[in-house]
């Protein structure tokens, strides 16, 4: 597309500064991380700014059981989400807030990408404007951008290193694909599926070797481009990650954690938590192919309808997808145009429960950018079509009702999702709140220091400071197994427990071993603390 005339100076900025000022309001209304993701990452970041390194001290699954617990962590999960966290208390000071704060400024920027990307395939101000619009009012993205997770360093980097190697085929300038490289690198960082778009920028560098720089009189001919290319791109991402796949392999002998892999061959999502039983395609081929085929299309279904509500907002799907038509040649696109498709059926049809809990939803904050950039010229698109089939239809006047309304849709849609979430009656900030109380107890009974065995582990720990470890999703003998492996004291029963220990929670059944101290909660949220005799006490 011709760039002839620049985009308008202040605009972009204004844009961010607009999306600081909803981000700091949206993290001002949390005052707590919420869910077990973000639990996890905010005790990984005080681990490190204990000076604990990267240590977990609990165990939240059982894919690839340690030996003990403290133990070396991010094996499954990776590790920036805590060091940005880490930062932002080094920064900042020891708060909630101050951990918040560098996710805050990331996701701030998100609408920028989206400007720029906008910018770049259609060349109209009007476009970029809408896309980075759209971006500062992200729906259901909005109040998990701000938290200690994976979403929003994922979807800026993820989204960088898309729009790099795209810039890298259309403009054949090979210093594109070393900043695809360094982005790739930090989204893998954030995320193990970051390797996917590793392997995407990788396979573009290949591709530009093998069809570009045809002409003699460019640089030195496919062979120089072929190395150039690929190794800006190999030597940013190892500049990234070369050092975290170093630590891997002092601490596992291997530099890539295999545990991810297993989780292709659950049957259940609470098969995550199941301890002893192989998680192996031989075992995942004797459920069944019904059960199988049964499970890739409830997956489907899902994501299909997450897609829908979380990346377009519910009210972009006609526009964006018209305006990805539309722009279907456009070199800048194509790598974005090959990686939706892929991450979507590698979380539907691979890792299809993790897809579903929400595999999809942290990958696709990466997409945002540019479905939210395609919308703008699909709106256009809609508005020709309209024009040529009814009289009196001013395109430009048009344009600025419709763009308006579907900026002013995102905002509502983005409004529904935080009261969803529980952010304006409190309800968030009040989750797992019993979890302190339980905490307080049990240094009322003098064993602030006992190892806890319980359904959300990083909660229990970032809420009491206890070394927590997960109930497994095994029969009640198993779970005593464990705890005596790893020198659990007590067992909470909540919502979060395995259906295996329904009966004892609900009192019609009881055993020995299990002494029942303490009930905190109400109703559905009763949580009940045994004391598991003859355990090994702190």
Partial sequence: MSQAHPPGRWLPWIIVTLALGIRLLTAWLLRQPGYTDAYYYAVGAQQLYEGHGFEEPFIWNYLDPPESVP?????????????????????????????QAPFVLLSALLPLIAYVVAWDLTGQRKHAAMAGLLAVFPGFYAHVFVLPDNFAPFALAGSV?????????????????GLAGLAAGLANLARADGLLLAGFALAAALFQAQFAFRQPNQLRGPAWTLFAGVALLVGGYLLVMGPWLVRNWLVTGSPIGGSGTKTMFLTTYDDMFAYGRPLTLENYSAWGWGEILKSKAQGLLLNLQRLWVENLLIVLLPFSALGLWKLRREQLLWPFLLYMPLLFLAMTLVFTFPGMRGGLYHSGGALLPFLFAAAGPGLEVALRWAARRFRGWHIRKAWSAFSAGLVALAVLVMAFALWKAGLF???????????????????DQEAAQAVVMVGDAPGFTWHTGHIAI???NEPLET?????????????VLDDARPRTTDELYAGRMSDPRLILRHIVGEEEEIHQIYEIAGSVQP
């Fill in 161 to 177: 290193c898309l729009w790099a190697t795209g810039r890298g085929l259309r403009d054949q300038k090979l210093l594109w694909f």
């Fill in 479 to 491: 779970i005593l197994a464990v705890a005596g492996r790893y020198g659990a004291r007590y067992l």
């Fill in 71 to 99: 133990h070396p962590g991010y094996l499954y999960w990776m590790p920036l989400t805590a060091v940005l966290g880490w930062l932002g208390l080094e920064v900042l000071g020891d708060s909630f807030t101050a951990m």
């Fill in 470 to 472: 997960a109930v497994p």
């Fill in 425 to 443: 009656n409190g309800e968030w900030n009040q989750r797992d709140l019993d979890y302190a109380e339980l905490g307080d107890w049990l240094a």
